[in-house]
């Protein structure tokens, strides 16, 4: 019985490209002229293997939303301002225009 659960493992490795990945990294790591010291330290970076942890990663991934609406934010604050520096000043009502020297004397 403990046989067939093993084939059934063995069969959803091979299929899902474990093995593959796992012979291939091998095969480089005894290719290796010179071996590295920390074999396992290796094996993880080559399968890219990730050193964070759960928390680490959710409070990475909570810090890059964050500041993505924050950019977001400062982007259309620029945009405002930039649109504020173009815009014609209204012209005030208050002072009446001054005649042009000549066109008043008739």
């Known amino acids: 019985m403990l046989f067939l659960y093993y084939q ?3 069969r959803y490795l091979e299929r899902s490209g ?4 796992l012979t291939t990294l091998f095969v480089s790591l005894y290719e290796q002229q010179e071996k590295p010291a ?3 330290e290796y ?3 080559r399968l890219g293997a990730m050193t964070l942890t759960a928390p680490h990663t959710q409070a ?6 964050d500041l993505r ?3 977001e ?6 945009k405002d301002l930039k649109l504020q520096q173009y815009e014609p000043d209204a012209p005030e ?3 009446p225009e001054a005649p042009e020297d000549g066109a008043a004397a008739n």
């Open 73 to 78: 934010c400062l982007e259309e604050e620029n």
């Open 43 to 45: 094996v993880k970076e």
């Open 8 to 10: 059934h493992f063995r």
């Open 93 to 95: 009502d208050d002072e």
């Open 69 to 71: 609406q924050r950019c």
């Open 38 to 40: 920390q074999a396992l």
């Open 18 to 21: 474990v093995v593959d990945s």
């Open 60 to 65: 990475l991934q909570q810090e890059a939303n």
